[in-house]
T-cell receptor, first 110, second 112 residues
Framework: GQQVMQIPQYQHVQEGEDFTTYCNSSTTLSNIQWYKQRPGGHPVFLIQLVKSGEVKKQKRLTFQFGEAKKNSSLHITATQTTDVGTYFC??????????FGAGTTVTVRA | EPEVTQTPSHQVTQMGQEVILRCVPISNHLYFYWYRQILGQKVEFLVSFYNNEISEKSEIFDDQFSVERPDGSNFTLKIRSTKLEDSAMYFCASPVPSGELFFGEGSRLTVL
């Protein structure tokens, strides 16, 4: 079955620094979504990427979808304490099911 | 913003007991999902439910699990005989036409 792998599992970042989390699928995806889960909270949708090579920005967050539609990345610039949480990618095949990666848990040192 | 409501927020039960978790998806939506998240782990797909029928289920969703629609807007996830390893957050999620999922705040199940 489809597997979505995400690295790193943990990211400890100094406030103000940049970091990137990566997502790889074992199969070609129809689209990929990113979610953020604050500690103790529920996943909240951030963005969906559909097109090969697509890049989308949300303020300090930049999302990319690979040309082969099998990988994606989330890059955060100038990390703030509000960025703390776990970031999940979720890939969708041609069926309607989303498969989540294991997530990257981000902690920020002030 | 669309709202998905889940109850209870926390359920503590003894091993072997039956548990019912409830969800009210986005109004008039026929399609929704149940996901499970063991503490500190990823969000795992359990089952998708469309128009009163299970459309897909994972290997986690074995015979001890069932999904029902007892009335028009309420959906339930029943675990017949809970095990220690069923302790987790259970999320209900509604998809919208654009494809994103709106998650409820989850029900934390603790099995003792």
């Amino acid at each position: 079955g489809q597997q979505v792998m995400q690295i790193p599992q943990y990211q400890h970042v100094q406030e103000g620094e940049d970091f990137t989390t990566y997502c790889n699928s074992s199969t070609t995806l129809s689209n990929i979504q990113w979610y953020k889960q604050r500690p103790g909270g529920h996943p909240v949708f951030l963005i969906q990427l559909v097109k090969s090579g697509e890049v989308k920005k949300q303020k300090r967050l930049t999302f990319q979808f690979g040309e082969a539609k099998k990988n994606s990345s989330l890059h955060i610039t100038a990390t703030q304490t509000t960025d703390v949480g776990t970031y999940f990618c979720a890939g969708r095949n041609n069926d309607y099911k989303l498969s989540f990666g294991a997530g990257t848990t981000v902690t920020v040192r002030a | 913003e669309p709202e998905v409501t889940q109850t209870p927020s926390h359920q503590v039960t003894q091993m072997g007991q039956e548990v019912i978790l409830r969800c009210v998806p986005i109004s008039n939506h026929l399609y929704f999902y149940w996901y499970r998240q063991i503490l500190g782990q990823k969000v795992e797909f359990l089952v998708s439910f469309y128009n009163n029928e299970i459309s897909e289920k994972s290997e986690i969703f074995d015979d001890q699990f069932s999904v029902e629609r007892p009335d028009g807007s309420n959906f339930t996830l029943k675990i017949r005989s809970t095990k220690l390893e069923d302790s987790a957050m259970y999320f209900c999620a509604s998809p919208v036409p654009s494809g994103e999922l709106f998650f409820g705040e989850g029900s934390r199940l603790t099995v003792l």
